[in-house]
């Protein structure tokens, strides 16, 4: 789960580390109020879950009342897409902060190096620029040090970190401060990714989070009930339904709606439908050991999605059994509307009780296929051109 | 042969007495795994169609003579069911339990290396030594004993796989989980080295999914130390980047991780990668008759 910039720095804020203290806004009023209150300049910051967002017009500095106005205006509701061509993202908010008098721009990260299987510090005195730029440009300026898990990392154990990445001398204590409570953060928070870009040293010598980064853990969420209800919120109709029914959902842009059993097959099954042609509508894993009921739900949130043109169904049963897919495919044709046409291909445990049941209910839309491969050219050419 | 699990195997299930550790661990006893005990906590002493259950696992070792722990308990008791399993003298815990906090595992994964034994898992299918042993929940209907070691972090991708090599006439010395989760306690490469030992394996299929750089790191190493040829499959080339699809670690952030830097780290080896799982399944069946 991502934080948004604002969330990132109330849990700084939590540990200790210095944010500019600054509002969020979703309105372009509320937006102007908490200028008034911040005074100027203030900088007003789209909150999307994505880099690069300066480049894109999504930060602006504002001077006065009228350019308060004006920036608000243009940064709440525009879309960004991100520097890999993610999203694009629809601006729902602003943070607005005190305007921060930059002496330094550093670069400083905790992250989850999953290679080497532990947390990876890192640190630049080349901050506020693209930092995978740095890196690949001069590796030389970006220090890269591992965290012993076993040993305790302090205070003392960053200073080595931030003085070998240069920083400014008058700004090392502070900074290795920073570090090792960013260190903390990815402990106590469950945190797998921290970024801090740039980490400022002010006039006045101050060290700043300036930005943050943050990506927690989904499975620590049982332990962080602040956490927790931040990953309630939701922004995509289907993406909220699907979660409250408890699916693993993930929206896509094609008209191909997509149901499998377990995530490594329900990603197989997009692919094959993108290599027939088609344009999977949506990622859904129905789970290990889904039941009738589960189906019933699953068949709700993919129809939501007015995109979808036709429905395909690619179930390997193992835990799963197809005879209770089966079922609830029948009980889902009784309960819901199925005007769309829908490619069944089930395999494995109990698949005849299923196929039997299948044939016994002769559902209209229904189309069964034996294989993974037929099945992904059928339900394509179902759905008609990609729309 | 086979890797991992065979008919030494001697399991303890931690968690036997809940409602799917009882389903799946008296399901591997029926396949001829020796289920020697179950553990849970408080219930020492009861036993389970005829498995007595212990309180700990070093109990269900001293006692019950069990080397091979399989961890089936929620995800947030699973850590330190794992840590517990490590310590009590087993040579192999297989952790079944999905959505385990990744900084628990971190140190868990430590913990195991330690002490020198070997963590498969976690929110992995299990191990499936065809007609020998299964511990786990793979569904041993569909594979058959064979020359093809399977190593994979999908589940029902590696089912559907199997399903086709055993239509295909063939079948695995062993199958092996390893599990989607960022930290695993093992990779690719640990379970290659074991199919690389194991005289009654002829060729490896290995099944990647996007995230992190296993596969790119197994690449390297296939290149270097495998001498058996080595079919390979990668799910996720339709994922969009910075999309969390199911498996925690199947996330890709910018251009690192992606199914398409994948494939060519593995062909840049010589890798032969299969478009589907049936062209994987297809490769490597006319790999292995030549």
């Known amino acids: 789960m991502d934080l948004l910039e604002y969330q990132g720095k109330q849990l700084f804020a939590k540990h200790g580390i210095a944010v500019p203290s600054g509002e969020v806004a979703d309105n372009v009023d509320d937006a102007i109020a908490a200028a008034e209150r911040i005074g100027y300049p203030c900088a007003i910051k789209a909150q999307v879950l994505i880099g690069g967002r300066g480049k894109a017009g999504g930060v602006k500095i504002a001077k006065d009342v009228d350019e308060a106005r004006q920036y608000a205006s243009d940064i709440i509701g525009m879309d960004i897409t991100g520097p890999h061509g993610e999203g694009p993202f629809r601006v729902d908010s602003v943070w607005i902060e005190g305007g921060s008098d930059i002496a330094e721009e550093y670069y400083a990260s905790i992250i989850l190096d999953r290679g080497e299987k532990k947390l990876l510090a890192m640190v630049s005195a080349q901050g506020g620029m693209d930092i995978e730029a740095v890196a690949s440009a001069n590796p030389a300026d970006l220090t890269k040090v591992h965290i012993d898990p076993t040993k305790p990392f302090d205070a003392a154990a960053a200073r ?11 700004a090392l204590d502070e900074a290795a401060d920073v570090l090792a409570k960013l260190a903390e953060v990815a ?96 990622f859904l894993d129905a789970g290990g050991g889904s039941k009738a009921e589960a189906i019933v739900n699953a068949l709700e949130v993919i129809k939501s999605d007015s995109k979808v043109t036709a429905i395909l169904f690619n179930i390997f049963g193992g ?69 | 042969m086979s890797i991992i699990i065979d008919e030494k195997t001697k399991l303890a299930v931690s968690g036997l007495t809940g409602r799917e550790g009882s389903f799946h661990g008296l399901r591997n006893k029926a396949y001829g795994t020796d289920l020697v005990a179950g553990v849970t906590p408080g219930k020492g002493g009861q036993d389970v169609e005829g498995t007595p259950v212990f309180d700990t696992i070093k109990e269900a070792v001293d006692e019950a003579g069990a080397n091979t722990s399989m961890i089936f308990v929620p995800a947030r008791f699973a850590a330190p069911a794992i840590n517990e399993a490590i310590d009590s003298g087993v040579e192999t815990v297989i952790a079944i339990t999905e959505g385990i906090p990744v900084l628990d595992m971190l140190a868990t994964y430590w913990k195991a290396k330690e002490a020198g034994v070997r963590l498969i898992g976690p929110n992995c299918p299990g191990v499936l030594s065809p007609g020998k042993a299964n511990v786990g929940i793979i569904p041993d209907s569909f594979f058959d004993p064979g020359p093809i070691g399977v190593v994979s972090k999908s589940g029902t991708l590696t089912y559907q796989i199997g399903n086709e090599l055993k239509q295909a006439g063939t079948g695995n010395s062993s199958i092996v989980g390893i ?11 640990d379970i290659l080295k074991l199919y690389e030992a194991d005289p009654d394996t002829e060729l490896i299929v290995m099944v990647g999914e996007i995230g992190g750089d296993a596969e790119e790191r197994a690449a390297e190493f296939i290149a270097a ?25 199947a996330i890709i952030s910018g251009s690192s991780g992606t199914a398409q830097a994948k494939k060519d780290a593995l062909e840049a080896k010589g890798v032969r990668v299969g478009e589907s799982p049936t062209e994987t399944a297809a490769i490597a069946v006319e790999t292995l008759r030549g």
Request: proline share 4%.
């Open chain 1, 160 to 170: 080595s970190i931030v003085e070998s990445a240069g920083l400014a001398e008058d």
């Open chain 2, 225 to 249: 130390e495998i001498t058996k040829p080595v079919v390979a499959y990668i799910a996720g080339f339709t994922a969009p980047p910075g999309k969390q699809m199911g498996h925690a670690g």
């Open chain 2, 179 to 189: 599990g989607g989760d960022p930290i695993v306690g093992s990779d690719f490469i």
């Open chain 1, 187 to 282: 402990r106590e928070e469950d945190a797998t990714l921290i970024e801090v870009n740039p980490l400022i040293v002010t006039a006045d010598r101050n060290v700043v989070a300036l930005d943050a980064k943050v990506t927690i853990d989904g499975n620590s969420l049982f332990r962080h009930e602040d956490l927790a209800e931040i990953a309630d919120t939701v922004d995509d109709p289907q993406e909220q339904m699907a979660k409250e029914k408890g699916l693993t959902y993930v929206k896509l842009d094609g008209n191909v709606g997509i149901l499998a059993n377990g995530a490594g097959l329900c990603m197989s099954t997009l692919d094959v439908v993108a290599q027939a042609g088609g344009a999977p509508a949506n």
């Open chain 1, 319 to 387: 835990i799963t059994r197809c005879d209770e897919i089966a079922k609830g495919i029948v009980t889902a044709s009784g309960q819901i509307d199925l005007d769309l046409p829908l490619v069944v291909r089930l395999d494995g445990t109990n698949f005849e009780e299923g196929l039997a049941i299948l044939a016994e209910a002769n559902l209209p839309n229904l189309h069964q296929e034996k294989t993974m491969l037929d099945a992904a050219r059928r339900v394509v050419e179902l759905a008609g051109g990609a729309s």
